[in-house]
């Protein structure tokens, strides 16, 4: 009943729960999320082809000239891309997609995917960020500074998403993100509902 699949794009501040939320979503409900590429140094326990596809910067430069990201972007000193490889073939063949990516790769998506659904992903109160990122305690005191001074700055780009979701627990943030998508499945605008109808005996 649907011609496409659905685009979904995650973004929100570094430790707002992305991964997280998408692991959940994954196991729960068997979302497909895409692995990225990067060059940024893999965190322990961080595997290659299953967290990211982790690349030299030389190489990530030559998928660039060779024009397979989608969109990409340099995140807080190293660069994020998704290969247009890992979204196309699935939404051919009618799947949802998940993209978790910063603000302006994003951006970049906007422009070419008018019909993708937008969700900013916010933490329940900046204290709580910052000690979700500390937690994690994968980053240096300059690494940590880098992505908690970026926040205010990436605030102000939620307008150009179609919703929020709050992190304050991740069940109900998995939930709510679930609902987002079944609604906007349910468009008419994205079902291909003639045949259908056409079945229908009056
Ligand atoms: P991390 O280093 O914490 O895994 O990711 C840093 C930031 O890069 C996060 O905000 C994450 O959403 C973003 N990111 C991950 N993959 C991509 C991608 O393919 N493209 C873009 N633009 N950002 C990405």
């Known amino acids: 009943m649907y011609t496409k699949g659905l685009l979904i794009i995650l973004s929100g501040p570094s430790g707002v729960g992305k991964g997280t939320i998408c692991k959940e979503l994954m196991k729960k409900y068997d979302y497909k999320v895409s692995i990225s590429a990067t060059t940024r140094t893999p965190r322990e ?16 430069k030559f998928k660039i000239k060779n024009n397979e990201f ?19 073939e699935e939404l051919d063949k009618g799947n949802n997609i998940i993209l978790e990516i910063d603000i302006q790769g994003s951006m970049q998506v906007q422009k070419v995917f008018k019909n993708a659904v937008y969700i900013f992903l916010l933490p329940p109160s900046i204290n709580e960020l910052k000690s979700r990122i500390l937690k994690r305690g ?12 970026a926040v205010s700055e990436e605030l102000k780009y939620m307008d150009s998403y179609d919703y929020a979701v709050i992190n304050d627990d991740v069940d109900n943030a998995v939930e709510r993100v ?14 291909n509902l ?3 109808i056409n079945g229908y005996v009056f």
């Open 45 to 60: 326990g961080e595997v290659d082809g299953v967290n990211y596809y982790f690349l030299d910067k030389d190489v990530f």
């Open 70 to 88: 989608l969109e990409y972007a340099e995140v807080y000193g190293n660069y994020y891309g998704t290969l247009k490889s890992q979204v196309e």
């Open 138 to 149: 994968s980053e240096t005191e300059s690494s940590f500074n880098l992505r908690f001074s």
């Open 178 to 191: 679930n609902g987002i998508i079944k609604t906007e499945m349910s468009r008419i605008s994205r079902m």
């Open 194 to 196: 003639e045949k259908f």
